[in-house]
């Protein structure tokens, strides 16, 4: 058991829903920059993060 300012993951779980529900009430994120990760989003993610991988693995330059 740690700390009374112990971080875990239900804190992390609440936190996401709060920036979530905050967000789909007021139709914008709390602050400029701190919204929530959007579908187009993460979908440019996934392309970056499947391209490094294929290029760490081919050991070449991937184009997206």
């Not at 993951?9 to 709060?18: C, P």
């Amino acid at each position: 058991m740690g700390g009374i300012f112990e971080f875990g993951f239900s804190d992390a779980v609440l936190q996401m829903w709060a920036a979530f529900l905050y967000e789909l009430k007021n139709s914008r994120p709390l602050k400029k920059f701190a919204g929530c990760i959007r579908p187009d989003e993460m979908a440019l993610s996934h392309r970056l993060f499947t391209a490094a991988l294929r290029s760490h693995k081919q050991s070449s330059v991937v184009e997206l």
